[in-house]
């Protein structure tokens, strides 16, 4: 008998090529969010997405594999910006806007642990969110978590959208109140936030709990 033939996957193969920065609705309100490359066109979005994007965590969007800009980070790695093409798979996960009380940032921080230990996220939008023009976004930029003792330059951010609260004050100086955006099923979210309140009474709380995607 002939050498065997290897069996053909039946869809496509998932790969580990790393992390990257995509581009969604690079044609109207653009927001870069980061994801999980699954595959040379594919990327997998692990950050949780503005309402004004359309998308949602989970998702699997195409992108047309020529970078519109960079990210770096605080240790130096670059990671290429992606335009977004079209939805590959969506996600049934919805996301919910959340106001918090949280008193440092290790009460934040655990939130964002509850979740991921439930296996859905949370993510700090007072931190996480920067608002670019478009020269900006398509150039290399900084990753930014809102911890910078001034004013960001290119934050082009206004009062009203997530990401004001600490991008418009010192870095050096904690602000308890936090938007916060929270990926996990309808029937989840009261228990992460109650149990995450029940943790430390003293020092959390939230409310002003909306679904907006």
């Given amino acids: 008998p002939g050498p065997a033939t290897p069996h053909a996957p039946d869809g496509p193969v998932d790969l580990a090529l790393g992390s990257a920065a995509v581009r969604l609705s690079p044609e109207g309100e653009a927001e870069v969010v980061w994801g999980r490359r699954l595959d040379p066109a594919r990327v997998e979005v692990l950050s949780i997405p503005l309402p004004s994007s359309g998308r949602r965590w989970g998702e699997v969007v195409l992108h047309d594999g020529v970078p519109h800009g960079e990210r770096t980070t605080a240790d130096g790695s670059v990671y290429p910006v992606f335009d977004e093409i079209e939805l590959w798979a969506p996600s049934p996960v919805p996301t919910f806007l959340v106001l918090l009380e949280a008193a440092t940032e290790a009460d934040r921080d655990a939130l964002e642990q509850l979740a991921a230990d439930a296996g859905y ?29 001034h004013h960001d330059p290119h934050d082009h951010g206004e009062p009203g959208h997530p990401g004001h609260l600490s991008h418009r004050s010192s870095g050096a100086h904690w ?20 149990g995450w309140v029940a943790d430390s009474p003293d020092t959390r709380d939230w409310g002003d709990l909306e679904e907006v995607c």
């Fill in 121 to 149: 996220a949370a993510e700090d939008w007072s931190s996480s969110v920067r608002l670019l023009c478009r020269t900006c976004s398509e150039s290399r930029m900084a990753t930014d978590d809102g911890t910078t003792e």
């Fill in 175 to 194: 602000v308890p109140e936090r938007e916060c955006g929270i990926a996990a099923p309808a029937g989840l979210v009261h228990g992460l936030l109650d």
